[in-house]
């Protein structure tokens, strides 16, 4: 399949939910996104069919707008949008972004009437379409190309600089979230450590043969992640957005590895600034991993503290840089 021609967007929504969607475009727009937002869908006609079908074949982000009002119409002409991204997607290389579903209301991914391409990939809450800094950035880094994720059996030691980008901001959070995402899958995916099998005990003489018991088929470990929201650590509490646009990066990131099982944002975000304990978290959500961390930027310096939890196991990670030029990414320590 041929690179997209243009760096444009695709909105795909329910007439009900016109205002919404308007403010998402207003939104992208104001940072330098092209955004096809077309609003003649009573005009119809072959020529517009045409035109729709061809932008959804040639757009580079196709974000579908889910709500209550997508939900309660049975029958679309944005169904038939939706089917036909899901269509194109099949046609996309794996772990390059091209549906990213938003949310402008309480619909969540559980029972939504929506594709099954839509579901596998993380969405986006913008409740009455109000647009986020966050989201906004995550978009521009997505339109500047995949962020590929690092296969387990290799860490990262450098962050290459993409050849063009049309925000610092959003190239900070893509990096960000690709290193972390890096470190993440290399501990969740590698093999555990074999522990050393303990000697057998000598059993004494009897008149029948002692038979020893049979070893448990080995179960497979449940690839499971939750990743809290991360804290601010900055003294500017407007960096809460760039702090978020860290913790999306990376939820979206894991969401491409098939072998991970990754909880939604809606479900850890209940999660922000709780006192409970990791093990009772764990618990609740049902995961065996949990990834929590902190962002703090002082000037043009980044410094990102994480700490991956398995059970009563610690695995921490402290990622500093990512200045103006060569960057460094983060260190491991186990």
């Known amino acids: 399949m041929s690179e997209p021609a243009n760096k444009a967007v695709f909105l795909s929504y329910a007439s009900q939910d016109t205002e919404a969607v308007r403010r998402i475009c207003v939104a992208l727009r104001a940072a330098g996104v092209e955004v096809w937002f077309d609003q003649s869908e009573l005009v119809g006609g072959d020529a517009w069919d045409r035109k729709i079908r061809g932008q959804v074949n040639t757009c580079a982000l196709f974000l579908p707008v889910i709500s209550a009002s997508t939900q309660a119409r049975q029958e679309g002409y944005f169904r038939l949008e939706w089917h036909l991204a899901e269509q194109r997607s099949l046609l996309i290389a794996k772990g390059r972004p ?8 309480a619909t969540s991914e559980r029972g939504a009437l929506v594709p099954d391409a839509f579901t596998a990939v993380q969405w986006t809450k913008l409740p009455g379409g109000e647009t986020s800094a966050a ?23 450098v962050v290459a600089a993409p050849a063009r980008r049309s925000s610092r901001l959003g190239w900070v959070v893509g990096a960000l979230g690709a290193v972390v995402v890096a470190l993440v899958v290399f501990l969740v995916m590698r093999p555990a450590g074999k522990d050393a099998a303990p000697a057998p005990k000598p059993v004494a003489a009897t008149k029948s043969p002692v038979v020893p018991p049979t070893a448990p088929a080995p179960v497979a470990p449940d690839k499971s992640i939750a990743v809290l929201p991360f804290a601010n650590r900055s003294a500017d509490k407007e960096n809460e957005f760039f702090t978020d646009g860290v913790h999306e990066d990376i939820l979206t990131n894991l969401c491409s590895v098939r072998a991970l099982r990754v909880m939604s944002r809606t479900s850890v975000e209940q999660f922000r600034g709780t006192k409970k304990s990791i093990k009772e978290i764990g618990a609740e959500l049902g995961v065996t991993y949990i990834l929590e961390g902190s962002v703090q930027r002082v000037g043009n310096k980044v410094h990102v503290t994480g700490q991956h939890h398995r059970c009563a196991h610690r695995h921490p990670f402290v990622g500093q840089g990512l200045r103006q030029g060569p960057q460094r990414g983060p260190g491991h320590s186990s």
Do not use: C, E, K, N
């Open 135 to 157: 989201f906004v950035s995550r978009v521009q880094t997505l339109l500047d190309g995949p962020d590929a994720v690092t296969p387990p059996a290799a860490m990262p030691s």
């Open 98 to 105: 091209f549906i990213v579903p938003v949310s402008i209301d």
